[in-house]
């Protein structure tokens, strides 16, 4: 948060989208460094009618539920209308589940749908994806329109949730792999929901920036106890030929 009140503030917020450059050319190479080169022994097939269903049935739903406001749920061009995006799209998603059904080797197999905590550790995934979104969007705007900090002291203000996660993150690992998730999991999910919970009940239009500070830092604690135990706990049970299927579906 704070290099990206750095960027904002001294640059402009298009350099924001360039952040993602040397950070993925960074992991690409520690990735082809590190990571163990594990194969299963036989080759795969990948189907392109497959691939095109998919990202067509995504683009729709997406674009749709993006540009809604913009075109005001009306019309986008040439009589298609914003619905008819979202609606076409969920058909393609429709038409490339019935495709994958047929298919010998499915882009996402069918086997993983049986698999109990694979199944549930993808639905907290996506719970936490909305409720940190859902929160920290509007909390920037807050900081800054409500409290009229910059962007970089808004960035700073959020920065203790960073570094909790960071600090914490690598210890929650080690231990689930050596207790399980299950519990590290839960006292995150506790965790978090609590410092989310006090920041709402102590934002109001004067509150100092400071009263911020603890509630960050019990929420980076919180989610520095979530991501590494749901990873360890969803892909337990999965096995190795369907490892990077698996763990691209939950992604």
Known sequence: PALGGIIVTQLSWNWIFFINLPLGIIA????LAFIPNARTGRSHSLYVVGVLL??????????????????QWGEVAFGIGIWHCIGGGAALLAAWALWERRQPEPLVPHQLFRNRNYIL??????????GMLGLFFPITIYLQSALRMNALDAGLTMMPMSIGSMVIAPFAGRLADRIGGKYILMSGLLIYSVAMGIIVAIAGP????????LPFTLGGVGLGLIFAPLATIAMREVTVAMAGAASGFMN
Do not use: E
Not at 54 to 71: D, H, N, P, W
Not at 206 to 213: A, E, W
């Open 28 to 31: 690409v190479l520690m990735a």
């Open 54 to 71: 998919a990202t067509a049935g995504l683009f729709g739903i997406v674009f749709g539920l993006i540009a809604a406001q913009r075109y």
């Open 121 to 130: 550790m993808n639905w907290v995934g996506a719970a936490m994806s909305f």
């Open 206 to 213: 004067d509150s100092p920036g400071t009263v911020f500070l």
